[in-house]
């Protein structure tokens, strides 16, 4: 079992950064997949990123691909989603997620543990 606590997110101006943090509890963090997953009014829950053990090479969305970056400190069984060039369409409440699975398919039914969630919103 792992909990998932989100923070970091807020308005701010197109263009701008933000770093979204997914604080995680558990002894076994470091054998979990995380990802991050965002969701608009209206829409379907959708994957941004994902990162699994050390050394394995994450994976992004088409949508934020070189304006997203997701990194994790299994010290401190944080994830971190670093967000650049913020842009209108990127207004969601944003999830962190994990999953035992070592190559989850970028869908939210392949997570099984989930946060509350963060609102980021984009101001043009």
């Known amino acids: 079992q792992v909990q998932l606590e989100e923070s970091g997110g807020g308005l701010v101006q197109v263009g701008d950064s933000l770093r979204l943090s997914c604080a995680a509890s558990?002894?076994?963090?470091?054998?979990?997949?995380m990802g991050w997953f965002r969701q608009a009014p209206g829409k379907e829950r959708e994957f941004v990123a994902r990162t699994g053990w050390l050394g394995t090479i994450p994976n992004y969305a088409d949508s934020v691909k070189g304006r997203f970056t997701i990194s994790r400190d299994n010290a401190k069984n944080t994830v971190y989603l670093q967000m650049n060039s913020l842009k209108p369409e990127d207004t969601a409440v944003y999830y962190c997620a994990a999953t035992v699975r070592t190559a989850p398919r970028p869908d939210f039914r392949e997570y099984g543990f989930w946060g509350r969630g963060t609102q980021v919103t984009v101001s043009s």
């Open positions: 558990g002894r076994t963090f470091s054998s979990y997949t």
